[in-house]
């Protein structure tokens, strides 16, 4: 209970700085925007534009009729309301882009603003442990980028509810997309959130270290565009492997957190 | 008298690099001790080490009763209130904010009126309120103390308490230290500042790299060898002279007299803690 007292105790103090500086969030909402707008763009925007459905046009039909073997929630649909739930499906793997970029930029925020203010040391001098103070600095970044997170998969659900063809909307709603937002992307955003906090110790602005954090934009970038081409489709099972793999790669950054978060490190290494 | 803190054979290496070798000293209750040395002589490794911050390679460290290891670091922080060199503080809270988070960390009862007591204490209440990054630089420092007493630790060690401060914070700020004596605590003070360190600590600490001496500022200054004496002459000129005891002295001036030396002034030879420390450390005047 005390460990828990002091973790609080530090988060609180993340939380409330974090609110008189705003600025720290704008990446973060920035990406919601970002993760959201591709999908609406080509699924509903770009065939108004250009006056013809999907279904009309022939864009990835014949991709949407594959899909349904390894996706059967899409079994029902046909003709434009299926080529439209199989994108939404691809496009909501772009996503898990908000929780990286979120944990990544707070995180980042709350561990170089404790070294810029030189506020570690004195930290260091209280009875937190160097668990409870890695905790206590990745726990304000993971509730908020978790919160926004979920937020994003509100809005593009709420999107394709109105934009999107009837029964669309029913097909995001099923086991891939809970386990992507369930899952996957709360592993995804600890996978950010301690790669941050170790860049984070060797660097001196929070720019610096995020530009390590955006490395993991790539796999998920790749994925997405692998999907879009036909190479593969990520479906429930493919997102639970997936949840394995981050999930060991968790454990193996948390050691590895453990050793850069240590007081003799924290004071003799960190520049 | 009891030694709320002490160090024994301390001896810690970075690498190749030696920054303290058995060093051994020691603070009671109700006494400052000031460490001295030049950059670089190992006075913020000795205060992390003593602060339970980093251990040392060898040697023990006990704090309120109680040797300091790896696993009892977290329980001997309880008893110590560090400053540290920069104030460190979170500029974007309050101050009131700012010791509330201390005050949760050392999981006090109440903490808004153990906060409320310390701003007292530190003459901060009027600016309780004030955003931490607003203050004057002997603002923060007096808030960095009142996060290092928040929790009435019985061992209090100050980096450098008054560096960097205008006169009147720094008097403001010995004024603080001196109170802590009054209050029994056990404190040793890394300071720079030669003549603070004479007015207010009870005995000194010289530390370039090993203790190289550790007494008294009276004793210092002499030397250990006794009580210096200036005699002043009607033709002008001093003799220095290092009597045992008091009394020795009118049998010197006597001495003198019949020697046909015409005695004017008697006075206290004051070596200074400067030329003590110099002498010490090596350098250059």
Redesign the interface.
Known sequence: MSAWHRITALARKDAAELLRNPGATVPAFLMVLGALFPGFLVVIGAPMIAGRSLEESGDFAEEAAQAIASMPELAGLSGNALIQAFLFHQFSLFLLLVPVVAASALATHAVIGEKQSKALEPLLATPISTTELLAAKTLTPFLFALGLTWLAAGLYIAGIVIAGEPGVWRTVLGPRTFIMFMLVGPLVELVALQVSVIASSRANDPRSAQQLTSLLILPITAAFVAQLMGAFVIAAPGLLLGAAALAVLNVALLAIGVRVFARESILTRWR | MTDLLAADRLTRA?GDRVAVRNLSLNVQAGEIVALLGPNGAGKTTTM?ML?????PDAGIITIAGTAVSRDTA??A??S?G?L?E????????TVR?NLL??A????LDDPDSQVTRVLDQVGLADRAGDLAGKLSKGLKQRA?IA??LIHRPPVVLLDEPTSGLDPASARHVRDLIGELRRDRRAVLVSTHNLSEAEQLADRIAVLKTELLAFDTPAVLRTGGEGIEVSIEFEDGSRHLATVKQLSEVADLVQRLVLEGRRVVRVSPGRRSLEDVYLSLVGAEP
């Open positions: 970075f992390r602060a339970g911050l980093i251990l977290d329980q922080r309880r110590i560090l540290t920069t104030p460190g503080l979170w500029e974007r809270l904010a988070t201390y949760r960390l050392h999981e960095a996060r290092a």
